[in-house]
């Protein structure tokens, strides 16, 4: 731990003494916690944004049934840590098959993501709420046999209460931001307790290994070994589709505004406006973050005389189309392959930017704006390799736009050369996967030998061994 000169006025606290902020945090997960977990998952359920159907599952309630054999849990909290877990989960599955995994995540768009994207042998449930009634429950129920958490998310009682049974427990892709390192810093018996609970943390980088290295115990216990967020495949398509896409709209000057949040759609209809000016037939197409937000912008780019179409109605764009408006989850692979520029949102907004891997892998060219702090590391690194392009102090993102593109309206060579560089930097994933299960190895259980027809079989297991959901839910 550093500690402040002895001339500063400035004094921190303590190491020693009581650890009370992570006491208080228990004490209220122990009692009024479960009433409030009920009372506010009720009302997101109510609003949508909670699947009432397994709602059950966030109180630690399964909707599978336990498969026989060692479960590894994998936990994530949304849709970016979750997909990044996919390289290390396939991992898993080609050097460890008698392992079954389990993925929990928090939000109804990882589910869905999850449900398609598992492979055979790995399942999904939601993470039970940080209670101490709902963690136990689920631990007494899947008696995981190793935890590894991806980035940061950290529930002090689901860590704690998995510790205290002895399961290893991996911090996965870890990253803390130097204000979250600050803070840690001001409570460091409760961030030696806490951290305290993994017997390995995975950082990032170097950068992010000596940020944790100032709030945790024992440094002996951190490691770079990079972000698996890198180790992703492309992104599905359908190929038929992407096909069938590709011929409607590959004569048309094209780009796409990729995740966006309020305050960004209207730029992008600024920059849709002024290169409609210049270039014949020219098309937007706006893929909003969250799309119960469609009907708002839909309705901004109707305001400017735009001809819209909607990705949810079933429609394809046609040459009459302006503004083709993607209001639909999990298709940014088809877009990002059809859209030679992407900017990349939530980087305008104080969001804090979006995954630019995930456009990098397909070969396009990525512009974004200046607020990336969440993927502060992949955007540093892409620049280094000068494979994208910062919208610059009062530049809008026509002109960015503009200035990618030929007379035409094709992407120009400093477009190719941005797309170019952006491939080649995402190279190299199978490396990652290896360092991480380098690691993981150790604190695996043993392998054991495959179920004969004289093992005793686990009632809750399907006949062809792997975890089936009930009730018409996938589990992969």
Not at 117 to 134: C, K, M, N, S, Y
Not at 171 to 194: E, G, K, M
Not at 317 to 342: H, Q
Not at 387 to 409: C, D, F, N, Y
Request: aromatic content about 6%; overall charge negative; charged content about 25%.
């Amino acid at each position: 731990m550093t500690t402040k000169p002895e001339h500063s006025s400035v004094q921190k606290p303590s190491a020693s003494g009581f650890a009370w902020p992570l006491a208080l945090y228990g004490a209220i997960a122990r009692f009024p916690g479960p009433a409030i977990a009920r009372w506010a998952l009720t009302r997101r359920a109510k609003r949508g944004k909670e699947d009432a159907s397994r709602l059950h599952e966030r109180f630690g309630h399964p909707s599978l049934p336990r498969p026989q054999g060692e479960i590894i849990w994998l936990h994530a909290a949304s849709v970016g840590e979750s997909l990044s877990l996919l390289p290390l989960i396939s991992g898993l599955r080609r050097t460890r098959p008698d392992l079954e995994i389990l993925v929990t995540t928090g939000t109804l768009t990882s589910a869905k993501l999850m449900a398609e994207r598992l492979p055979e042998g790995a399942a999904h449930q939601f993470a039970p709420v940080d209670t101490v009634e709902a963690v136990r429950r689920f631990l007494d129920y899947w008696r995981p046999s190793f935890l590894g958490v991806a980035e940061s998310e950290m529930w002090p009682t689901l860590l704690t209460e998995t510790h205290a049974r002895g399961i290893p427990i991996v911090l996965l892709s870890a990253r803390i931001s130097a204000t979250s390192a600050r803070n840690w810093s001001w409570a460091p018996r409760s961030a030696r307790r806490l951290f305290g609970s993994f017997d390995a943390v995975l950082a990032q980088s170097e950068e992010i290994a000596d940020r944790l290295r100032r709030v945790e115990a024992d440094p002996a216990k951190i490691h770079v070994a990079g972000a698996l967020k890198e180790a992703a495949t492309p992104l599905p398509v359908d190929k038929a589709e992407l096909e069938a896409l590709r011929a409607i709209v590959s004569a048309r000057p094209r780009w796409l505004a990729a995740s966006t949040h309020p305050g960004e759609e209207d730029p992008a209809l600024d920059a849709h406006e002024m290169l409609a000016s210049r270039h014949k037939r020219f098309l937007t197409m706006i893929a909003p973050r969250h799309p119960h937000r469609a009907d708002a912008v839909a309705e901004m780019a109707e305001a400017r005389g735009l001809r819209v179409k909607r990705r949810s109605d079933g429609d394809w764009p046609d040459d009459a189309t302006d503004v083709y408006l993607i209001d639909t989850l999990g298709e940014l692979g088809l877009w990002y392959r059809l859209s030679p520029l992407v900017f990349v949102g939530g980087s305008f907004a104080q969001v804090g930017g979006h995954n630019p891997l995930e456009p990098a892998r397909l070969g396009t060219a990525i512009l974004h704006g200046p607020n990336v702090h969440n993927f502060l590391d992949d955007y540093r690194r892409l620049k280094g390799e000068q494979a994208v392009q910062e919208i610059r102090m009062g530049e809008t993102l026509g002109s960015a736009l503009s200035e990618l593109m030929t007379p035409e309206g094709e992407p120009n060579a400093h477009a190719r050369q941005l797309a170019e560089r952006a491939f080649e930097a995402t190279l190299g994933g199978e490396q990652i996967v290896g360092r991480f299960l380098s690691h993981l190895d150790p604190l695996l259980p043993p392998p054991v030998h495959a179920p004969g027809p004289l093992d005793n079989q686990s009632d809750a297991r399907s006949p062809s061994g792997d975890m089936k959901a009930e009730d018409g839910d996938e589990a992969a």
